[in-house]
């Protein structure tokens, strides 16, 4: 079935050029197809309007479950560049490789990932390494836009070593550092000393066995935490029996995979979010 979608988009991309069209209208500017929100988020930032971006992950929707319509990997097909990180999201993946394989930037070897763990934003420091590989390949779709990406990119840089700093002083004084999630996306942040211990793993829909939770209870108890951490994307459900069952409060840790357009959020924001709430949960010094 996928094999049968992705020659439909490809006719569909050659229709479209084949009658002079596509998507973008009168739009000439090249286009970035950006697999899903932090992506999307470091190409806006640095390319500003200079390039169209289109997002294949909807507000709303797990980036890991993602499926691509025709349309969707049509865009692929015609981009100027795809920004995307291999093994996070397979249909992604196999679009690219039939599709754009020439003008894919696959950010995972710029970041180091680690543990089989894909979610590097939450690092300020891989962060700026994806966001320094993603201006390189802007420079070479529109090379005319050279400097202002650079300099955006320099803004940006500047704010994401601020939130590194804001992190490492943030957390260095607190009466625990163990942290309870939904699902085990927040690995990369023990670098700024905090433990994790992820109801599921790293898919979040994963069903913990008993012995797990069980393991995960005197866990609790043991490092006398005092909140239990949901996400925006993943049903609480789990979060919140556990909680109740153990006399705990729950807040939102939220691993900034998508972001809803009347949110009044970006990925800066809701990552000092997620800062206040792990020392609000911590106890960390003021």
């Not at 840089?157 to 699902?183: I, K």
Request: proline share 6%.
């Amino acid at each position: 079935m996928r094999s049968r979608v992705l020659v439909a988009a490809i006719a569909l991309a050659a229709a479209g050029a084949l009658g002079g069209c596509s998507t973008a209208g009168h739009d000439r500017r090249p286009t970035v197809v950006a697999s899903f929100y932090p992506l999307q988020f470091l190409v806006t930032r640095i390319a500003g309007d200079t390039v169209r971006v289109i997002g294949l992950t909807s507000p709303g929707v797990e980036p890991h479950d993602l499926e691509l319509t025709v349309r969707q990997v049509a865009e692929v097909s015609r981009a100027d560049l795809v920004v995307y990180e291999h093994g996070l999201q397979p249909a992604v993946d196999q679009a690219v490789a039939q599709n754009a394989r020439r003008h894919g930037l696959d950010v995972a070897p710029a970041v180091d990932l680690t543990k089989g763990n894909p979610h590097f934003w939450l690092d300020p420091v891989r962060f700026r390494a994806a966001a320094a590989a993603v201006e390189q390949e802007l420079e070479k779709v529109r090379p005319t836009d050279a400097t202002t990406y650079a300099a955006n990119l320099a803004r940006l840089d500047e704010q994401l070593t601020a939130l590194d700093q804001a992190y490492t002083a943030g957390l260095s004084d607190c009466e625990r550092n163990l942290v309870v999630t939904s699902h085990n996306a927040f690995g990369y942040q023990e670098r700024y000393g905090l433990r994790f211990a992820p109801i599921a793993g790293l898919a979040p829909d994963a069903e913990p066995s008993p012995a797990h939770l069980g393991q995960l209870r005197q866990l609790v108890r043991t490092a006398h935490v005092t909140t239990l951490f949901s996400e925006r994307l993943a049903s609480p459900k789990l979060a919140d029996t556990l909680a109740h069952d153990l006399g705990l409060r729950t807040a939102v840790l939220d691993p900034i995979e998508g972001v809803e357009p009347d949110a009044h959020a970006d990925y800066l924001s809701l990552m000092r979010a997620n800062l206040a709430n792990l020392r609000r949960a911590n106890g960390c010094a003021a």
